[in-house]
């Protein structure tokens, strides 16, 4: 069987960005975030063209503490870092993560259950930049070495053609992403948990 090319979606978001500066407003982002050392290099990159909402919906991440634990810190890390950018908080729902997984609790990391995981998340942040009026939604996941970035904008275009919100594509990980995200946590003191968020990524 014959390989899908693999896409480098930096090129992709390169030109998405140039095509942008040539406009007389900048476009509404939704920007779906899973912490904040993740989020810190994404926002001090994409605020330059974006009027960003961090949208934190990670209903995977538990225990319960931790999960605030993560608010806490991303809602501290926008406010001493990019003050304009506005905050959103999804519902807490380990439930619904829970009964998502259901089958795939032995499934390896980067498996079919992460997969699924994404699409839960990115689902409901494209759910929320329809309902609040968005140009935009993405995640920050792709800056992650651990996550595939051909699975998630693969993701992130079927959610996009089914909801009518366009998705940004992207590959936050590229022009020295991931290694910038560890210089700005250092920088702000950022909590850096050793775990994706659920109890699966922790065994």
Do not use: W
């Not at 992709?12 to 810190?40: F, G, I």
């Not at 699975?151 to 594509?169: C, D, R, W």
């Not at 700005?184 to 065994?203: E, I, M």
């Amino acid at each position: 069987m014959k390989q899908t090319p693999k896409v480098n979606y930096q090129l992709v978001l390169d030109k998405t960005l140039k095509e942008l500066t040539l406009q007389q407003r900048r476009p509404k982002l939704l920007l779906h975030a899973c912490c904040a050392p993740c989020s810190s290099y994404v926002l001090e990159y994409l605020t330059q063209y974006f009027e960003i909402t961090v949208f934190f919906y990670n209903p995977n991440i538990s225990p319960e503490s931790e999960y605030q634990h993560r608010v806490s810190e991303i809602q501290r890390l926008i406010r001493e870092m990019c003050p304009s950018v506005h905050f959103l908080e999804g519902q807490y729902e380990p439930k619904r993560f829970y009964e998502m997984a259901k089958g795939l609790e032995h499934e390896p990391e980067r498996g079919e259950r992460c997969h699924k995981c994404y699409r839960l998340r990115m689902t409901e942040s494209a759910l929320a930049a329809k309902s609040g009026g968005f140009d935009y939604f993405t995640t920050t996941l792709s800056i992650s070495p651990q996550k595939d970035s051909q699975v998630l904008n693969q993701i992130g275009k079927e959610i996009s053609e089914a909801t009518g919100v366009p998705y940004l594509y992207s590959d936050f990980k590229k022009h020295g992403g991931y290694l910038r995200s560890i210089e700005l946590s250092a920088q702000y003191s950022l909590y850096r948990q050793n775990f994706c968020g659920c109890v699966f990524s922790r065994s």
